[in-house]
């Protein structure tokens, strides 16, 4: 038997269900944002190297809900494609959620980090190398909301069986005691960025816009 905490359906512009092993177009998104979440996926092996060496890709409660206008830009930002899902809400909650596609890093030097670790008693060699790997990747690559949790806000790892294993390698203790390891990071010193720009079908450019079938995102 096999057993998936979640699911996703790709789909193209057009909401026609695409083959993921062949389909090579604009909005390949698996995730609440609309983009591949692969690549974002943090695994031991690229720990153990010593870097990682992408974004990282962040869940949370509070993503933003549809508008009760429908031409309301502010919907997603770029990398994101598409809304995700949700009610269309009054301005007033709007204003306290944050749009898919919002990317962020954390303002540490190595010397902060090392207080830090410090403050919350990681003194274990390997994971304290591990969480540190993750803490400048954080600050160098930064991280992505692309997915909407009615869980605590969390980054994405690779938690297979077999990566479990290798976890434990790299100092990360198992069970609930893993889902803590960022936990405390100081909200004071994270970097909100302002998204690229997206170009609409119509040729006019925009950094928030809403619908997928609406617009063509250029990199």
Known sequence: MLAAASAYQVRDPQCRPVDTRTWRGNFPGACGGGWQLGPLVVTPAEVASGKIRHALHFYSANTMDRPKVREDPMTAVA???QVEGGDRVADEVRARQVPEGARFSIDMTDAEISTWLDQRNLTDGRLRETVCIILVAL???RWFL???SPYAAH??????????ARWQQLGVPSGPASTQLLAGLPFDRIRVWAPPTATLADGTTTTGYGWATDLEYRP
């Not at 980054?155 to 479990?164: E, G």
């Open 79 to 81: 990398p994101a494609r």
């Open 139 to 141: 600050r160098e690559y």
């Open 146 to 148: 692309g997915d909407s």
């Open 155 to 164: 980054w994405v790892f690779d938690t297979s069986p077999l990566a479990r």
